[in-house]
């Protein structure tokens, strides 16, 4: 029997990290601006929200992050230097991003970690329970999880997670869970979690990625959670607790994702992301591809 729980309406995404992984792009440059092929990391992340229906977002942020306000916002002279020039295309793409969503922003003064980061939207969530998109994952928008996270927790009540099954051997870069089989074949039961462990001592390789649909009693347990790895309040942290307590606000529940993600958080990364997203655009693909096999064909002469 299907449980009716309150609709999600908001989503939150944490925008505050320093990208020292990108440095020096990202010394005077938001890592969230960045582009990937033609538009910014962030701007994915938004209309991946908006085409779950969740139009209300709010971008917590830090110093040296205005680029991110500006980017969601009208650029009247651009958008009369377009106008002018009668380049409607041009000038729809500039728009688009402006009328996504209705955004707000609030900063992290202090960076103490993603938990802490998650926190500070508790005034603006209010009592309802919310969605939180990390902007180093970028989710195929064919393969639409963030939905399918809704759907479960509308069902389920609680909370949700994303999971992907990685190498052990990988393990250690992520949030890690212990979980039950259910009746769903593409969810699981969530009954432990921990940050970052050794290969040795993970109890899966379910690892966590960058979409939660959260239970708004999460806030109340990340204002009582001590810092944890890194000395940051993890939000791994704030779930385990979840996990172990049904009664503080619901179950904890994963969707096991099996379809395209582009991680932009690595350099490596980020680069097979433009590639791969390049490749699959109907106006640049054909050339690039054409171009990529050439090059690829070259090298591999030479080497």
């Known amino acids: 029997m299907i449980q009716s729980h309150p609709r999600i309406s908001k989503a939150v995404i944490p925008a505050a990290g320093l990208g020292t992984r990108f440095l020096p792009a990202t010394k005077a ?16 992340v938004v209309e991946e929200a908006v085409s779950a229906g969740l139009d209300d977002v709010l971008m917590i942020t830090g110093r040296n992050k205005r680029p991110l306000e500006d980017h969601f916002d009208r650029n009247y002279e651009l958008e009369s230097a377009l106008q ?22 609030v900063r992290q003064g202090d960076p103490r970690g993603l938990g802490h980061a998650v926190l500070c939207a508790a005034p603006h969530v209010g009592h309802e329970p919310f969605a939180v998109l990390l902007g180093d994952d970028l989710i195929d928008p064919r393969d639409p999880l963030l939905q399918r996270m809704i759907e479960v927790q509308e ?58 649909v959260l239970d708004p009693h ?15 309040i993890q939000l791994t942290d704030a779930l385990q607790q979840l996990a ?56 591999m002469q030479q080497s």
């Open 29 to 44: 440059t938001p890592k969230e601006m960045l582009p990937v092929v033609d538009k910014p990391a962030i701007q994915y």
């Open 84 to 105: 002018k020039k009668g380049d409607a295309g041009r000038l729809a793409k500039v728009q688009e991003s402006s009328d996504l969503a209705t955004m707000h922003y």
């Open 155 to 212: 069902q389920h009540g609680g909370s949700v997670i994303a999971l992907m099954e990685v190498a052990p051997e990988q393990i250690h870069l992520y949030g890690c869970a212990a979980v039950e089989t259910t009746a769903d074949g593409d969810v699981v039961k969530v009954t432990g979690l921990v940050e970052k462990p050794d290969p040795e001592d993970a109890p899966s390789n379910y690892a966590v990625i960058g979409r939660y």
């Open 218 to 232: 999460i806030f109340d347990i990340l204002r009582k959670t001590e810092p944890g790895r890194g000395g940051e």
């Open 244 to 299: 172990q307590d049904e009664k503080v606000g619901g179950p904890v529940h994963g969707v096991v994702f099996k379809g395209r993600r582009y991680d932009t958080g690595d350099r490596g990364d980020y680069l097979r992301a433009i590639v791969r997203l390049a490749c699959e655009r109907e106006d640049l693909g054909p050339d690039f591809r054409t171009w990529l096999r050439r090059y690829v064909a070259e090298e």
